[in-house]
T-cell receptor, first 114, second 110 residues
């Protein structure tokens, strides 16, 4: 298995632009998580899905952030409009929900908003 | 707010020495997990200890859990330069969410 795949690996954009981050979870995993990591705030859970359904989005910072999971093999995290304070590394992780198992992390997307 | 808090924030040791990192948390948990993150990379799961377990081993790793004190420790024995990384504890409660601590940065000097 190729593991969790994220794209792009790096994104540089200007303030106000729309940013879309993509994630392909490990095949067979039914839970998917989006995290954000910054020096100031550490690793924060933004939202997670179980069987493609959003379960908890309480970590989503504000309405500018949205996430979708149209099927079991794909998820997106969108920021519109982007702001400099959104600059961070965004990680996607997947796991087998049923047994509180370990989460498998993707390599992350480093986002820089100028 | 973060559930787990690691101590120390940074640790520098000589290759071959043991490294001990501690984690404290606030609420009841289902299990506690430790992850490693190399610079610029994603997190890698190291070990999981359930709330009814007190100690667990995996290779050079030893994890303890004291639910009465709401604390855990990670011991890396005979450290190697390749162990240089950040180490995070993460707690899982009944909501299935992983809540990460702030991490310990470990430097193993050759």
């Amino acid at each position: 298995d190729a593991g969790v795949i994220q794209s792009p690996r790096h994104e540089v954009t200007e303030m106000g632009q729309e940013v879309t981050l993509r994630c392909k979870p490990i095949s067979g995993h039914n839970s998917l998580f989006w995290y954000r990591q910054t020096m100031m705030r550490g690793l924060e859970l933004l939202i997670y899905f179980n069987n493609n359904v959003p379960i908890d989005d309480s970590g989503m910072p504000e309405d500018r952030f949205s996430a979708k999971m149209p099927n079991a093999s794909f998820s997106t995290l969108k920021i519109q409009p982007s702001e400099p304070r959104d600059s961070a590394v965004y990680f996607c992780a997947s796991s087998d929900f049923s047994s509180y198992n370990e989460q498998f992390f993707g390599p992350g997307t480093r986002l820089t908003v100028l | 707010s973060q559930q787990g808090e690691e101590d120390p924030q940074a640790l520098s040791i000589q290759e071959g020495e043991n490294a001990t990192m501690n984690c404290s948390y606030k609420t009841s948990i289902n299990n506690l997990q430790w992850y490693r993150q190399n610079s610029g990379r994603g997190l890698v799961h190291l070990i999981l200890i359930r709330s009814n377990e007190r100690e667990k081993h995996s290779g050079r790793l030893r994890v303890t859990l004291d639910t009465s004190k709401k604390s855990s420790s990670l011991l890396i024995t005979a450290s190697r330069a390749a162990d240089t990384a950040s180490y995070f504890c993460a707690t899982v409660d009944s909501s299935y969410k992983l809540i990460f601590g702030s991490g310990t940065r470990l430097l193993v000097r050759p």
